[in-house]
Antibody, heavy 117, light 113 residues
Framework: QVQLQESGPGLVKPSQTLSLTCTVSGGSISSGGYYWSWIRQHPGKGLEWIGYIYYTGSTYYNPSLKSRVTISVDTSKNQFSLKLSSVTAADTAVYYC?????????WGQGTLVTVSS | DIVMTQSPDSLAVSLGERATINCKSSQSVLYSSNNKNYLAWYQQKPGQPPKLLIYWASTRESGVPDRFSGSGSGTDFTLTINSLQAEDVAVYYCQQYYRTPFTFGQGTKLEIK
């Protein structure tokens, strides 16, 4: 059974860079066949797809965030990562990583990231 | 972007009754070359990540009870929950994966009447 676990700081200051890592177990990112996505959910709100990466390093980002987002993969560690630069309070959300067939079928538990000074 | 609009925003149904949630996309998510609708349904309970229930608009994910069913094609879709159980209380989302950026509906909150 594939499992995903997000990790990273729960508090980020405005204008800084949010950095999260997703560790995958029970399956290998480098096996191919799936995309690996980041999705966020603002408090009490709906879901926003941030972007995905393939094991080759090919990425797609939501145009609404594209100028600030970088998703990378480390197949040796079976991890993929999210960086979101120049954050504001509007980036406060629960961030999920997911295996994306598409659609996303396995999700991490999510991690709350709060942007505040 | 493809805009996904769900109705209603909230719904209260008695135990054992049927719940129906609708989802409309701003453009068709039916891919003509394979005749598949790129539409999924999720269930999210408080403090948990979304759980995939249905994909290809009508295919149940493994382990999902058969009281959950999906239907529709093109731009109009429905999630039906027959014989509502207490554990079905949740927020339900539709998602299109026809075109990036993949987009979700705003969610429908299902409660027990």
């Amino acid at each position: 059974q594939v499992q995903l676990q997000e990790s990273g700081p729960g508090l980020v200051k405005p204008s800084q860079t949010l950095s999260l890592t997703c560790t995958v177990s029970g399956g290998s990112i480098s096996s191919g066949g799936y995309y690996w996505s980041w999705i966020r959910q603002h408090p009490g709100k709906g879901l926003e797809w941030i972007g995905y990466i393939y094991y080759t390093g090919s990425t797609y980002y939501n145009p609404s965030l594209k100028s600030r987002v970088t998703i990378s993969v480390d197949t040796s560690k079976n991890q993929f990562s999210l960086k979101l630069s120049s954050v504001t309070a509007a980036d406060t959300a629960v961030y999920y990583c997911a295996r994306d067939s598409p659609p996303p079928d396995y999700w991490g538990q999510g991690t709350l990231v709060t942007v505040s000074s | 972007d493809i805009v996904m609009t769900q109705s209603p925003d909230s719904l209260a149904v008695s135990l054992g009754e049927r719940a129906t949630i609708n989802c409309k996309s701003s453009q068709s998510v039916l891919y003509s070359s394979n005749n598949k609708n790129y539409l999924a349904w999720y269930q999210q309970k408080p403090g948990q990540p979304p759980k995939l229930l249905i994909y290809w608009a009508s295919t149940r994910e493994s382990g999902v009870p058969d009281r959950f069913s999906g239907s529709g094609s093109g731009t109009d879709f429905t999630l039906t929950i027959n014989s509502l159980q207490a554990e079905d209380v949740a927020v339900y989302y539709c998602q299109q994966y026809y075109r990036t950026p993949f987009t979700f509906g705003q969610g429908t909150k299902l409660e027990i009447k």
